[in-house]
């Protein structure tokens, strides 16, 4: 059994036929080098990366907005956050200079924390408008205030000011100085703050047995209960301080500890301050 497909074309038709197959077989490069340029953000702005690479200048936030590492709501222009221990932000610097950290005001530098300044192993808090560093850290862990090479623990070239406090000296104060307004005084750490000399501060002589100057020293005798008086006759001997009329107690100079008089034997501790 055989089958005939006769098909039947009009001349218009068959010239049509000839001139495409014409087309096709001179210019095939038209078919597959046309070139279409499209513009478009790719891959989109919005989404989740799992990755995300620039190999160029990479502008965040340009028109406002937060950037958050670590948090997909950050309280301010940057922040970085994450619960696992020791991590933090690495400022890596393997060139020769300083690793810095710039704080500017409209533009201007004010403040830099550089690393390796002013030199290597050194940290400094650097004031820009001043053209110093206020502090530095040097390799020692010697800390230098108003100098870039400190030789002590606390190194300070210039002055020191030291404010008055009211606390007690005890063991949590053992080693402070303070300012009474007219005297340094130092803790350590019991009994009352002493003075350092050249003031009037009160200075815990009960276990000293030299004589009392009534002339260039003052005493004060502290009874155990806390309070405290002022004697009323000084001898190089002993100290006496009246109550009232016919009540007294006298400390004597070898045995400041004691008190003895008209009201009883106290345990006491005797203090002096002298000009």
């Known amino acids: 059994m055989s089958i005939k497909i006769q098909s039947q074309f009009s001349r218009k038709q068959t010239f049509l036929f000839v001139l495409t197959l014409l087309f096709l077989w001179l210019y095939p490069q038209i078919l597959y080098s046309e070139t279409l340029t499209l513009t478009t953000y790719y891959p989109s702005p919005y989404g989740g990366y799992a990755k995300l690479l620039t190999t160029d200048l990479t502008v965040l936030a340009r028109d406002g907005g937060r950037v958050g590492v670590g948090t997909a709501s950050p309280g301010n222009i940057l922040e970085i956050r994450s619960s696992q221990d020791g991590m933090g932000l690495d400022v890596n610097n393997t060139g020769a200079g300083a690793s810095k950290i710039r704080f500017k005001r409209n533009g201007a530098s004010k403040w830099t924390i550089a690393d390796g300044y002013p030199a290597s192993g050194y940290l400094s808090i650097f004031n820009n ?17 108003g100098t870039e090479s400190p030789k002590a623990n606390l190194d300070v070239a210039g002055n020191i000011k030291i404010s008055a406090n009211s606390s007690v000296c005890d063991a949590g104060h053992a080693g402070e100085i303070r300012w009474t ?7 350590k750490g019991s009994g009352d703050w002493q003075s350092l000399g050249g003031g009037l501060g009160w200075e815990d002589i009960t276990t000293d047995t030299a004589p009392f100057d009534g002339d260039r020293c003052e005493y004060r005798w502290k009874c155990v209960n806390g309070q405290h ?3 009323t006759n000084v001898r ?3 100290i006496m301080m009246d ?15 004691r008190s003895s008089g008209d009201t009883g034997t106290f345990a006491a501790r005797t203090y002096r301050r002298c000009w």
Request: hydrophobic fraction near 35%; proline fraction near 4%; charged fraction near 15%.
């Open 129 to 145: 408008s001043a053209s110093k560093a206020a502090l530095v850290v040097d390799q020692t862990n010697n800390i230098g205030i």
């Open 181 to 187: 307004g007219t005297d340094f005084e130092g803790c």
């Open 229 to 231: 008086f002022y004697p």
């Open 236 to 238: 190089p001997n002993f």
């Open 243 to 257: 109550y009232s009329a016919g009540n007294y107690q006298i400390v004597r100079s070898v045995n400041k500890a």
